[in-house]
């Protein structure tokens, strides 16, 4: 699938982006390149789904943030809080931009590339990048019947998941961190969490999966980044961080 032209970030997608909890150069004026993205297929949901990669050097150090897009043609009552734009197509045709984990088609697009094993869509305006969601071993797989986005976060952007199983009864709940500012390497919640779920503590919430990237970064002496993009989770209110788990047994 082709994504829509962003090599010229338009005003309206810098000035929302400067809004946002998670845009961490509050009081600049941005800078930003895409230096690339991936999409989804959009499988019955009318809309285009993209995620774009799109550094800020307006900042005193470069910051690379994930911004996952939705293009509908007709605009939905639902998502009018989350209404970023419009843009118009090469053939005239105006497209309605929204905030992507709002909108069910892009968080629907994001579990099953987890729970799945997908491979993102790329083509000549991806610039190299990749993704790949990654399912943790072991993990059955349910059937999603409802998303939204937790309110109140502040550099991440979490999607919560209703889930029933395979004969229809309410399983637990699913939350996918879709990390908003980008690092090489692996993040250390994944690993740890992953590490201590995977070991048998039901302390933390059981890891599903997460979505493995690659970009072009020209800081870097191969000219490549890897790094994680978003992780899943059982989503169980009241259990302890794994951060705080590791701590504590650190001081014991």
């Known amino acids: 699938m082709q994504h829509h032209d962003l090599s010229v970030i338009p005003d309206f997608l810098a000035a929302w982006m400067r809004e946002q909890r998670w845009f961490a150069s509050?009081?600049?004026e941005p800078r930003l390149e895409r230096i690339g993205g991936w999409s989804f297929s959009d499988e019955g949901w009318f809309a285009r789904i993209e995620t774009h990669l799109i550094i800020d050097h307006?900042?005193?150090k470069p910051v690379l943030y994930q911004v996952p897009l939705t293009y509908r043609q007709a605009p939905l009552e639902e998502l009018k809080p989350f209404h970023i734009g419009t843009t118009v197509e090469d053939d005239g045709v105006e497209l309605h931009v929204y905030d992507?984990?709002?909108?069910p088609a892009y968080a629907w697009a994001l579990i099953r590339t987890i729970l799945d094993d997908r491979e993102a869509d790329v083509d000549e305006t991806s610039l190299g990048a990749t993704a790949r969601g990654q399912r943790q071993p072991g993990v059955e797989i349910a059937t999603v019947v409802g998303s939204h986005v937790l309110s109140g976060e502040q550099s991440n952007t979490s999607i919560i998941y209703d889930m029933v199983s395979a004969d229809g009864h309410a399983v637990n709940p699913m939350?996918?961190?879709?990390f908003r500012a980008l690092?090489?390497?692996e993040n250390p919640d994944v690993v740890l969490q992953s590490a201590i779920a995977g070991a048998g503590s039901r302390l933390v919430p059981q890891t599903m999966g997460s979505v493995l990237?690659?970009?072009?970064?020209?800081?870097?002496?191969?000219g490549r980044a890897v790094g994680h993009v978003a992780f899943a989770q059982?989503?169980?209110p009241g259990v302890t961080d794994a951060w705080r788990v590791a701590l504590r047994a650190a001081e014991a």
Do not use: M, Y
């Open 234 to 236: 059982e989503f169980l």
């Open 175 to 178: 939350i996918v961190k879709v």
């Open 183 to 185: 690092h090489h390497g």
């Open 26 to 28: 509050k009081g600049t």
């Open 58 to 60: 307006g900042s005193a």
């Open 213 to 222: 990237a690659q970009w072009s970064d020209s800081g870097r002496e191969e």
């Open 100 to 103: 992507g984990p709002h909108d």
